[in-house]
């Protein structure tokens, strides 16, 4: 039995609010949400920037460490730990048309401040894990920003945060669109790619969230699998998402079992997990739940996670083994079928 630990961030308990209307659910106090996230069973926390120093655009450097040593504290008295602390460079009036790619050169320079300082925050908290979601990095209008700049201008970004601190791992998480149009990175083949180009490659790898490669019409088992053989996934976000819709952050499994069981066993078989890297957990409650049951989305994730690793673990290799000589591949797939519907 593997023993998985577990990570969430604050935002994965959300007040409903979506693209066409406004919050339908009271807030819940940052303290209380982490005291419910361990009850729950997660021991990691992924943190925004500004989920751990509220307000940090008006601190001094010297504010934000001390406000980050004091949230270390609060979490080591819970037992929980950062698992990594990422920009949120997609709220501000600044980032607009984007962080590191906008057109804007002091836009640029906001964007490399609020990582320098999500690095600070990071080392404070004892994590030595940057996320970027390059949200904004990428275009709403084609003709808006020249690609081949912008993807220069994004590793010399890279390759600042790098020289900033020795010890930090970037772990950039790619999705093809969604606020943007078109993303300059849109998948982890593209992460890797560029993270070649970087002054030390080493350092720069990737988050896999599985509605981010379902939104780019590709197997989120598969694209981690990608990662494993180059040793690159140091971070998951497990969920779900309904094809080529908005991004849906459902729990994870509903939509999709067979490609859940197939993400788990990717994982377990390729021993995920044994450098410290987290399953995060990146869901969303629907908008109709109540504000009693805003946690319920990730019970039901990590019980899913739970019975699909039951489910790998329960996989029988002789049989795959058999079934691989004869290439009876019907017969494998519907014995996959009979474990993930509970005859096996
Ligand atoms: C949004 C992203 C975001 C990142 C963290 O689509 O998944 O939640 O995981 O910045
Ligand atoms: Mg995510």
Redesign the pocket.
């Known amino acids: 039995m593997t023993l998985f630990k577990f990570s969430v961030g604050p935002w994965n308990v959300h007040e409903g609010a979506d693209a066409f209307g406004p919050e339908v659910r009271s807030s819940i106090s940052f303290e209380h949400k982490i005291r419910r996230f361990k009850e729950i069973g997660f021991s990691g926390i992924q943190f925004h920037d500004d989920d751990a120093v509220p307000d940090m655009n008006n601190l001094s450097e010297e504010q934000i460490k001390s406000h980050a040593r004091d949230l270390k504290h609060f979490l080591d008295t819970q037992g929980l730990e950062a698992e990594f602390v990422a920009p949120r460079l997609w709220m501000d009036s600044r980032t607009i048309d984007g962080g590191f790619t906008s057109n804007s050169a002091s836009d640029r320079e906001f964007a490399l401040w609020r990582a320098l300082r999500s690095i600070d925050i990071a080392k404070q908290l004892g994590s030595n894990k940057l996320v970027l979601?390059l949200a904004r990095e990428g275009t709403l209008c084609a003709e808006s920003k020249d690609p081949v700049l912008s993807l220069h201008r994004l590793r010399e970004a890279v390759n600042a945060i790098l020289e900033y601190d020795p010890h930090i791992k970037i772990l950039i998480?790619p999705k093809p669109n969604e606020p943007i149009d078109r993303s300059f990175i849109p998948t982890v083949g593209h992460v890797l790619g560029f993270a070649n180009g970087t002054k030390d490659p080493n350092r720069v790898g990737a988050?896999l969230?599985s509605a981010?490669a379902v939104l780019a019409g590709l197997e989120p088992a598969l694209e981690m699998a990608f990662c494993l053989a180059h040793n690159k996934l140091w971070g998951v976000?497990l969920n779900d998402q309904n094809g080529l819709r908005y991004d849906q952050d459902k729990s994870f499994g509903v939509e999709n079992i067979r490609s859940a069981f197939n993400q788990l066993k990717v994982l377990i078989d390729n021993g995920y997990g044994k450098n410290g890297e987290y399953i995060g957990l990146?869901v969303k409650a629907m908008r109709t739940q109540s504000i009693e049951e805003s946690f319920c989305h990730l019970e039901n994730s990590l019980k899913i996670v739970k019975m699909l690793e039951s489910k790998v673990n329960r996989f029988n290799k002789n049989v795959l083994k058999q079934y691989q000589e004869t290439r009876n591949y019907e017969a494998l797939e519907m014995y996959v079928m009979e474990l993930l519907l509970g005859e096996k």
Request: charged share 45%; net charge negative; hydrophobic share 30%.
């Open positions: 979601w998480e988050l969230e981010h976000h990146d």
